[in-house]
């Protein structure tokens, strides 16, 4: 079956340095989607991405982050100069369909440890 | 502004019992709603979509109703196993793909 792919599974940065998460979607999806998770807290929504366009961000989603399908497979997250509060586990998903009632394929995350 | 509330407290349950999961939510019109499950460490993966003129729907062993006038859902999980064990998350679509979680309830099932 088809799955969604994350590397690395874990990243460890310092503060104030570049990280970029990479994501393999599913391969005839369109929608992409990041999601993170701060240790013990909900699955927030950062951004929908399609037709290589942002479709909807959240507040989180502020400048420093930026996301890109720079090929056609690969997905990336690229968060410029990180804080101690971006560390998390972030995940990529991605769906046939942009709408409410698709499935969201999620991807086995990466953890990212910011020190 | 939009809420979605789950029991935060764990729900330990004997294996072979019936586990019910609470989701209610606050200023949403949702046409339907979804439930993931989520294992340690790991993302969240689809269980079941429900939508606002089903009043219940069955997959396996789980179940799921939908009250739009109470603005609740509730997740069964029939004759359980340890191997449920996991969180159980529910989710809307706070607009078009977005999806927006609920914290989850840890479902723990013993021998």
């Known amino acids: 079956e088809p799955e969604v792919t994350q590397t690395p599974s874990h990243q460890v940065t310092q503060m104030g340095q570049e990280v970029i998460l990479r994501c393999v979607p599913i391969?005839?999806?369109?929608?992409f989607y990041w999601y993170r998770q701060i240790l013990g807290q909900k699955v927030e929504f950062l951004v929908s991405?399609?037709?290589?366009?942002?479709?909807?961000k959240s507040e989180i989603f502020d400048d420093q982050f930026s996301v890109e399908r720079p090929d056609g497979s690969n997905f990336t997250l690229k968060i410029r100069s990180t804080k101690l509060e971006d560390s998390a586990m972030y995940f990529c998903?991605?769906?046939?369909?942009?709408?409410?009632?698709?499935?969201?394929?999620f991807g086995p995350g990466t953890r990212l440890t910011v020190l | 502004s939009q809420k979605i509330e789950q029991n935060s407290e764990a729900l330990n349950i004997q294996e072979g019992k019936t586990a019910t999961l609470t989701c209610n939510y606050t200023?949403?019109?949702?046409?339907?709603l979804q439930w993931y499950r989520q294992d340690p460490g790991r993302g969240p993966v689809f269980l079941l979509l429900?939508?606002?003129?089903?009043k219940e729907k069955r997959k396996e062993r789980l179940k799921v109703t939908f009250d739009t006038t109470l603005k609740q859902s509730l997740f069964h999980i029939t004759a359980s196993q340890p191997a449920d064990s996991a969180t159980y998350l529910c989710?809307?679509?706070?607009?078009?793909?977005?999806?927006?979680f609920g914290a989850g309830t840890q479902v723990v099932v013993t021998p």
């Open positions: 429900i939508r606002e003129n089903e």
């Open positions: 998903a991605s769906s046939t369909q942009g709408v409410g009632t698709d499935t969201q394929y």
């Open positions: 200023n949403y019109s949702p046409a339907y």
């Open positions: 989710a809307l679509a706070a607009s078009w793909g977005k999806l927006q």
């Open positions: 991405f399609y037709n290589n366009e942002i479709s909807e």
């Open positions: 391969s005839n999806h369109l929608y």
